[in-house]
């Protein structure tokens, strides 16, 4: 009934066929039909339009993503496809596509994305099978610095990166954090410089480097305008933005 409604709406005048014609391919665009062809047959002063056509199924469930193998990684849940949208191949493949990239950020280059697709008569169950196969591992983390103190906080914080999977972009966010931390102790103008190297296809060292680990400290005297904490927050501030001492 719904294609039947969308048809009826063209019942109007137009400036030609031309006109008629390109009107007709955006109705259909956006009807959810897989193929079509049509007639305009004229009766007297009137066209009357015959269709013929084969709609496009929609999807009644997207399960959830099922990961094979003794590894497990999130996933994002929010795919380019979703329950009660028409059917689209290349959609899925987009999905498809989005899935595998993931799994080789989180350190599984050869993982395999099986779609899975099931067809029922209200319209198509949609899903994908992750097998992850063998990651990419860390073989080693070495933490290069001047300061001991510093050294042994990174090494707790990052230590159990080793023998598990390359996952980089995690591995970067919690180098940031790390650097947030010193920040936090005082160490205001302290840098991190993370460098890899890989050892074989499926092996990686990771390298970090703490440059100006220098802990910086502050006297003040609280005035009438700040408070101690506030004048404090001020100048750790400018020293992290200029990247250099006060003198």
Do not use: C, H, W
């Given at each position: 009934q719904e294609y039947k409604n969308t048809f009826k709406s063209l019942e109007r005048s137009y400036l030609n066929i031309e006109h008629f014609s390109e009107i007709l391919k955006l109705y259909v665009s956006n009807a959810g039909i897989k193929k079509f062809n049509y007639k305009l047959i004229r009766i007297g002063t009137e066209h009357h339009l015959i269709v013929h056509f084969l709609p496009k199924r929609k999807i009644v469930k997207v399960l959830s993503t099922r990961i094979v193998g003794k590894y497990d990684i999130e996933l994002p849940s929010i795919l380019s496809i979703k329950e009660g949208d028409f059917y689209d191949e290349r959609k899925v493949r987009q999905a498809r596509l989005i899935l595998k990239d993931v799994a080789k950020d989180k350190g599984f280059p050869n993982a395999r994305i099986n779609i899975v697709k099931e067809r029922g008569e209200e319209g198509v169950t949609v899903g994908f099978n992750v097998e992850l196969n063998k990651p990419i591992i860390v073989s080693e983390f070495i933490i290069n610095s001047s300061s001991l103190y510093l050294k042994n906080i990174a090494m707790g914080k990052l230590s159990h990166y080793i023998k598990s999977p390359y996952d980089l972009p995690q591995i970067k966010l919690d180098v940031e954090e790390l650097k947030f931390l010193f920040q936090?102790?005082?160490?205001?103008?302290?840098?991190?410089?993370?460098?890899?190297?890989?050892?074989?296809?499926?092996?990686?060292?990771?390298?970090?480097?703490?440059?100006?680990?220098?802990?910086?400290?502050?006297?003040?005297?609280?005035?009438?305008?700040?408070?101690?904490?506030?004048?404090?927050?001020?100048l750790a501030t400018n020293i992290i933005s200029s990247k250099r001492e006060f003198t």
């Open positions: 936090d102790l005082g160490y205001y103008i302290v840098d991190l410089n993370l460098k890899f190297r890989y050892l074989s296809d499926n092996r990686v060292s990771l390298f970090l480097d703490i440059i100006n680990p220098k802990q910086i400290a502050f006297n003040i005297q609280e005035t009438s305008f700040y408070t101690k904490s506030e004048l404090k927050k001020e």
